[in-house]
């Protein structure tokens, strides 16, 4: 003999919700994305060494560096 419910009985229904699964990455896009950053580092290393190294001969050529290029490469300090 089967059981049945009362008829006013409340019967649960289990819900199980599944979270939306995330894009599969690829390593080619990890890999690109790792070198975009490195990438924009890597640029402006670049840029940021050239122009000190633009600004460092502008300056060395325009300024005497030593006492005895300021005195036309004479070793003797105390002639003037």
Do not use: C, N, Y
């Amino acid at each position: 003999m089967e059981l049945q419910p009362p008829p006013d009985a409340i019967t649960p229904t289990i819900v199980e919700v599944v979270p939306e699964a995330a894009p599969s990455l690829s390593m080619i896009d990890v890999a690109l994305a790792a070198f975009g950053v490195t990438g924009i580092i890597m640029v402006a290393a670049v840029v940021a060494g050239l122009l000190a190294g633009a600004l460092f001969i502008w300056f060395r050529q325009r300024h005497a560096v030593s006492t005895i290029e300021a005195q036309g490469g004479s070793a003797d300090l105390f002639k003037a």
